[in-house]
């Protein structure tokens, strides 16, 4: 950042765990304002206490992603009270998984609801405000799933890969205004979404793998970082599959 650049303001979705939260504090650590984002404030109390102890600047924003109004007024606020928005990490995602036999339509609708129609909610109302400081980054975290498919998560990869459509769009609409938009689709990340998972699963997923490990948060934040750099204003449109290897997508 030179002198004359502002201190720009990001908002990180799902900040409270996980992928979100490394996301979160790596930002922090390069300087941005974030603005963290999840349903629970007591996790983001937390966060913030961690960021700031680290001589970073953040502050909370307790929401359900899945209701368009409170995303909405969340970003206006954010925009009255700082004054400016120049990156958005859509981050927050949830899973139900379940065979396509078997799935029922709310495990489908509310996948949609929170990793679909959430991002291009925040993505509708992060655009005039970017649009106006004449720069935006848009990062949308989606999943190496809708790149190419998993069992067992038909209702997860369509929303993922809507996702990627979504981001291809805004990345058309909003270029010509300094506005990026990329997916970032991790492969196998270590966090409590895939804890469950039994031990064999793991370790045939890592058998394909062409680097030999799981993924950790700060592997996500560290691509996270520079797609929402200053210096990345010639990438757009792209999806980004930070997964080990596993699919070469
Ligand atoms: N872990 C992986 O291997 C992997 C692989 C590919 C893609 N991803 C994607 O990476 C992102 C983060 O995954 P993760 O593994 O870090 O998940 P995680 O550990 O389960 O954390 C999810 C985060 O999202 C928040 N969240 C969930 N539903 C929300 C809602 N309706 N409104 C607001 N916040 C909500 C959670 O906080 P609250 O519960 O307090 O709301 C939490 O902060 C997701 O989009 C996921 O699909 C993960």
New binding site residues.
């Given amino acids: 950042m030179t002198n004359d650049t502002p201190q720009r303001v990001a908002i990180v ?9 490394a996301i979160a504090t790596r930002l922090a650590s390069d300087g941005r304002h974030v603005v963290l ?4 404030e007591g ?1 983001l109390a937390e966060v913030m206490a961690e960021i700031e102890k680290a001589g970073g600047s953040a502050s909370i924003a307790a ?4 209701d368009p109004a409170a995303i909405q007024e969340t970003i206006d606020t954010v925009v009255k009270d700082l004054g400016r928005l120049d990156i958005l990490v859509n ?5 139900r998984d379940n065979l396509i036999l078997r799935m029922t339509d709310d495990e489908f609708i509310d996948v949609m609801r ?2 679909l129609t ?1 991002v291009f909610a925040a993505c509708r109302a992060a655009a005039r405000p970017m649009m106006r400081g004449r720069f935006g980054r848009v990062v949308n ?5 809708g790149v190419v498919g998993n069992s067992g998560q038909a209702n ?1 990869a369509a929303a ?1 890969a809507g996702v990627i459509g979504l981001t291809k769009t805004i990345a058309r609409e909003l270029g010509g205004k300094g506005i990026t938009a990329n997916v970032i ?5 270590k ?4 804890a469950g998972l039994p031990d064999e699963v793991t370790k045939k997923v890592m058998e394909g793998m062409a680097v030999k490990r799981l ?1 950790e ?1 700060e592997d996500i934040a560290a691509a996270v970082a520079y797609v929402s750099s200053d210096e990345a204003g010639y990438l757009t449109g792209q999806t980004i599959c930070v997964d080990g290897g596993l699919t070469m997508a």
């Fill in positions: 979705t799902g900040a409270s765990r996980g992928i979100g939260r984002v999840a349903r629970s996790p929401l359900d992603v899945a981050n927050a995602g949830i899973t929170v990793n959430g975290i989606g999943s190496t799933s997860y993922k689709a991790p492969g196998f990340i966090t409590d979404m895939t993924g948060p």
